[in-house]
């Protein structure tokens, strides 16, 4: 049963910035392409970024040149730091396979951006 236990979320001022951190279990994570997701109310879920299991990484053109993610394996963790946060970066960030989805998602982190 694959956990995904997504943290380090909360409330930051635009401008700020916030690193999250998802540990992962139940699969081999080092050979596992992951992903952070996040969802705003209203929207649907959309990708931010992906890396794979060597730490080479994709990101959403939103979000290119302010976040970035990394992994590490031996931690089964992958992170995601946020910089330059602006309010539209407001949602809940989820963590999951970065090709393919696992059944089983995390809670979620909240991030919020206030203006």
């Known amino acids: 049963q694959v956990q995904l236990v997504e943290s380090g979320g909360g409330l930051v001022q635009a401008g700020g910035s916030l690193r999250l951190s998802c540990v992962a279990s139940?699969?081999?994570?080092?050979?596992?392409?992951m992903g952070w997701y996040r969802q705003a109310p209203g929207k649907q879920r959309e990708r931010v970024a992906t890396i794979t299991p060597g730490g080479s990484a994709s990101y959403a053109d939103s979000v290119k040149g302010r976040f970035s993610i990394s992994r590490d394996n031996g931690k089964n963790t992958v992170y995601l730091q946020m910089n330059s946060l602006k309010p539209e970066d407001t949602a809940v960030y989820y963590c999951?396979?970065?090709?393919?989805?696992?059944?089983?998602w995390g809670q979620g982190t909240q991030v919020t951006v206030d203006s």
């Open positions: 999951n396979g970065g090709r393919m989805f696992f059944d089983s």
């Open positions: 139940g699969m081999i994570f080092s050979i596992t392409h």
